[in-house]
């Protein structure tokens, strides 16, 4: 078979060696070979101290198809990873004729909703990075003022109101839902949560799923809210968070079920040395077992939606929390967000009682007439003052 190219997103070089370094990959990265040579697209040219990690220069690679997959292989499944980056597969191509067919098979159809939206944002990132280089991302950042305290702001509203500090959502449609809110006007919108309470607001930027886009989440930033932005993402690559910084994203969400450790920690090293927070979303046990063991951990949101079925469960948040878990967290000091299925003071309290000091809430506020006094609604009191 013939060799494969392919661009590998730009982590450590030390890191890549030593993962591949377990199939024994070594002896054919000195090897000459048919296929093009396998660069990092992008260097992210950041340096921490003495820390050499994050400013490693890729090495050359040469790698056959069989061999990526391998690797990809096993790292799905030795970390319990549910999402696939990318298709395994390409779709066949039968002609009968003038026609040609395309079949389906489980290599090349999304299992589920997330899965078919991580397929295409590899897609639009690999399009956007063309248009817009990481130099000059970089370039934009020295414009653009310190990132807030993401964090900071979720713990102070926390102790102010003796409630989850709120993340509030500005989404105007999601694939389950479809359309939440026809008269979508993100800036007032983020005003409305910004005086009805919020400590933090969420903004969707996915545009063909969600109808979101980064330029709302700049215009909000301009428009003078003071509130920390959390860049609500499908994270696939490092150069998106870069993105998310220069339109004033001062947190950003990373998905366990789509990302595997190694990317996970090389995120969080890039977005604190941007001054970014990083919001990392598990779904069940084996997840949250994973981020609880990497360094640098500040922040754990639990998503009560099965990835699947959609059907969400606020008993998710209890079972999480619970035990060896929910001790490990209060020793590690970490902040908790219950997201998902939200929609009462009952419900903020099942959560709270469970551990949760933060809540990020999207649907249950948008689609009323007026968000900002939907955050009383939803928490049994003004929570402004």
């Known amino acids: ?175 389950s839902r479809g359309i939440l809110r026809e008269d979508f006007n993100p800036v007032e919108i983020a005003q409305a949560y910004e005086k009805g309470g919020a400590a933090c607001l969420s903004v969707l930027t996915d545009e063909k799923y969600f109808k979101g886009s980064y330029e709302n989440l700049q215009a909000i930033r301009e428009a003078g809210v003071k509130c920390p932005l959390l860049l609500k993402e499908f994270i696939v690559e490092a150069w ?49 077992d994973r981020v609880l063991a990497i360094e640098g951990v500040d922040l754990i949101g639990i998503n009560n939606r099965n990835l699947e079925t959609f059907e969400v469960d606020l008993g998710i948040t209890k079972k999480l929390l619970e035990g060896e878990r929910g001790e490990l967290i209060r020793q590690k000091d970490i902040l908790v967000v219950g997201e998902s299925g939200l929609f009462t003071p009952e419900d903020i309290a099942f959560v709270q009682e469970a551990g949760v000091k933060a809540v990020l809430v999207g649907e249950s506020l948008i689609k009323q007439s007026d968000p900002g006094k939907a955050i009383s609604t939803l928490f049994g009191r003004d929570i402004s003052e």
């Open 1 to 175: 078979m013939e060799g494969l190219c392919l661009t590998l997103q730009p982590l450590p070089s030390s890191a890549i060696q030593r993962r591949l370094s377990t199939f024994n990959f070594h002896n054919r990265l000195t090897k000459p070979s048919s296929c093009a040579p396998l660069r990092a697209h992008q260097k992210s040219g950041i340096t921490e101290g003495s820390d050499s990690a994050l400013e490693g220069k890729v090495s050359d690679l040469k790698i056959s198809e069989q061999e990526v997959n391998i690797y990809q292989n096993e790292v799905v499944e030795s970390q319990g990873i549910k999402i696939r980056r990318r298709p395994p597969t390409g779709p066949p191509l039968h002609y009968v004729g003038p026609f040609e067919f395309r079949l389906q098979n489980e290599g090349n159809t999304p299992r589920n909703i997330l899965e078919e939206i991580v397929w295409h944002k590899d897609k639009e990132v690999s399009q956007m990075k063309e248009r817009k280089p990481l130099y000059t991302l970089k370039k934009a950042l020295d414009n653009v003022p310190p990132a807030q305290d993401f964090i900071g702001a979720l713990r102070s509203a926390h102790q102010r109101t003796g409630l989850p500090g709120l993340i509030a959502e500005v989404k105007k449609a999601s694939p």
């Open 240 to 288: 998106q968070i870069y993105y998310g910084r220069s339109k004033g994203a001062d947190a950003v969400l990373l998905i366990a079920s789509v990302l595997p450790d190694l990317d996970i920690k090389y995120m969080i090293k890039i977005c604190k040395i941007l001054g970014m927070a990083t919001l990392v979303e598990v779904h069940d046990e084996r997840e949250m």
